[in-house]
């Protein structure tokens, strides 16, 4: 019978290896001070700098293929090194939905045109993306979105409204998911999926004005993004018209699957853990545990899309264990932190506590994806 996970992964010598290659650049970044270790940083750790060193090391677009400018590495290899940038607690923001997301959308669905256009400044650090899906009233309803694109003299006029855009205020550009036609019927009921379709929008352009989104702790990291005629050229339609939802949907394992998941307060979980530790040693049992079953649900998912599968359930599985793992180290060593305490850990710890909600809710609300999961066991 089936099972819902991939197969486990046994990582070779070659992996260790790029492990310990990652390790000794953080090492070497950190002594000289390049990065300040925190909590979420591949949310809120954007720095331009950091990403370029990453990318003359040659660990962006590492999957790739070399035509395009890439490494034509696996996504077991992406992984290894993904997962060491997030555990170091490093700065990589200002790269992160490019290398994670968008790139493979643009091999699997952009035009020649477009992979040449953006796949190689991928590669290099030269170009920065948001996510254009969410909006004021759709949340993990995608095929609610309203944000309409109107057809012109060779291109589109899109007119709407997207939220939570992460680092829109510093990216050049995000892929937005639009209603290009009205929903059509499909046996005698309203197919919300027809219609939509996916546009690659430059956030330079007129017509569009992005506006602060500040979090409860003071942080500007998500953005307001209105769109108002903003000009979308005919060779900027990423993929078919019309096929945006399953476009998107094909994107989730990317989006859903990854370390990102279950790492963003190791950070935390880090400097409580030990003899020493704040937390007592069951505790630090049972992270530790959750931790390493997740690191072997994410390795295996890698796997899986290096044989060319689409592991969505799994995925949905990984981001809802990850993060309900996430928000609880942050309350588990919030609660530990002595009274009064205000620095150091105590710091680190509240600024997780502040991050918490949007834990569960970026990359699709858990409460959404318990369904997605219930759904695809039933099926099986």
């Known amino acids: ?92 923001a200002a790269h992160w939905i490019a290398d994670r997301q968008v790139a493979p959308t643009l091999l699997r669905f952009g035009s020649e045109q477009l992979k040449r256009t953006y796949l190689p400044r991928i590669v290099a650090g030269e170009v920065f993306f948001g996510i254009g899906m969410s909006e004021p009233d759709s949340g993990s309803d995608l095929a609610s979105v309203r944000t309409r694109a109107e057809r012109v003299d060779d291109g589109w006029k899109v007119y709407g409204t997207k939220l939570w855009t992460s680092g829109g205020h510093l990216a050049d550009a995000f892929i937005a998911l639009v209603r290009t036609a009205p929903p059509a019927e499909k046996d005698g009921r309203v197919d919300r999926h027809s219609g939509l379709s996916q546009l690659l929008v430059r956030l330079n352009e007129p017509g569009i004005e992005i506006r602060p989104v500040i979090s409860a702790n003071g942080l500007h990291h998500f953005n307001e993004v209105l769109l108002d005629g903003a000009f979308v050229p005919d060779d900027h ?18 989006e859903r699957s990854g370390p990102e998941r279950f790492l963003s307060t190791y950070q935390l979980a880090n400097a409580v853990a030990g003899p020493d530790g704040d937390l007592d040693v069951a505790e630090t049992g049972r992270i530790a545990g959750r931790l390493a079953g997740l690191h072997q649900m994410s390795l295996a998912i890698a796997a899986a899309l290096q044989r060319g599968e689409r592991p969505d359930v799994p995925a949905a599985l990984v981001k809802v264990l990850g993060t309900t793992l996430e928000g609880d180290i942050a309350d588990l060593v919030d609660l530990a932190m002595p009274a009064g305490e205000t620095g150091g850990t105590a710091a680190l710890a509240r600024r997780a506590v502040q991050q918490r909600p949007g834990f569960t809710l970026r990359g699709g609300t858990n409460e959404i994806l318990r369904g997605v999961i219930a759904r695809g066991l039933g099926m099986r």
């Open 1 to 92: 019978m089936p099972t819902l996970m991939p197969p486990p992964v046994r990582e070779g010598d070659d992996l260790l290896a790029l492990r310990q290659e990652v390790r000794a650049f953080l090492a070497e970044e950190l002594a000289a001070g390049t990065y300040r270790p925190t909590v979420d940083t591949w949310l809120s750790g954007w720095d331009r700098a950091f990403t370029t060193k990453l990318a003359e090391r040659g660990w962006l677009g590492m999957t790739i293929p070399t035509e395009y400018g890439g490494h034509g590495r696996t996504f077991l290899e992406r992984f290894v090194v993904t997962e060491e940038l997030l555990a170091a607690g490093a700065p990589v």
């Open 237 to 254: 339609v990423v993929g078919t018209l019309g096929e945006g939802w399953h476009q998107v949907t094909s994107e989730l394992a990317f």
